[in-house]
């Protein structure tokens, strides 16, 4: 049986993260689920949207009249997009996405307004509610972004 790809709009992201303007940083997410997935396995990917256009509040000051995305806030969009896929399984729903750690980031590519960053993320390991993820932020094929970041899922509230 082919697997049947999911994909959620900006509104039914913010139904998964708490995440709001100015700090949501995902505009579509797109999940390939394995068949009879119900947690995160190693080898899962999820792809996300971000399209990055001249109203983002950050270019007020970063800079002015050379607009570049901060590279932090391209780890977060990647973050966004792992968690928003891992809180789509069922044994997540309901939990919260932290992200715990950058293991290794290279930026090698500048992401100015007009463009649409491609954030890919594939799930490497999960342990006890703890991930690891080989995450790369792309525009027009380019590599922008690459490295592993790691997370942790909790119960919201905690």
């Given at each position: 049986m082919q697997e049947e790809k999911k994909e959620l709009n900006s509104s039914e992201i913010r139904k998964l993260?708490?995440?709001r303007y100015p700090m949501l940083l995902l505009d579509k997410l797109i999940l390939l689920?394995?068949?009879?997935?119900a947690q995160i396995e190693p080898g899962m990917?999820?792809?996300?949207?971000?399209?990055?256009?001249?109203n983002e509040p950050y270019f007020q000051g970063h800079f002015p009249d050379n607009p570049l995305m901060p590279g932090v806030l391209i780890v977060e969009a990647l973050a966004q997009c792992a968690?928003?896929?891992?809180?789509?399984?069922?044994?997540?729903?309901?939990k919260l996405g932290l992200f715990t750690g950058i293991?290794?980031?290279?930026?090698?590519?500048?992401?100015?307004?007009?463009?649409?960053?491609l954030l890919e993320a594939e799930f490497l390991a999960f342990r006890r509610d703890m991930g690891k993820v080989a995450v790369k932020a792309s525009v027009d094929g380019a590599v922008a972004a690459e490295g592993i970041i790691r997370f942790a899922l909790v119960k919201n509230g905690e």
């Open positions: 993260l708490p995440h689920p394995r068949e009879g997935a990917k999820v792809t996300g949207i971000k399209n990055i256009t001249n968690c928003a896929g891992g809180l789509l399984l069922p044994d997540n729903k309901g293991e290794s980031m290279k930026f090698r590519r500048p992401v100015v307004p007009g463009d649409t960053l």
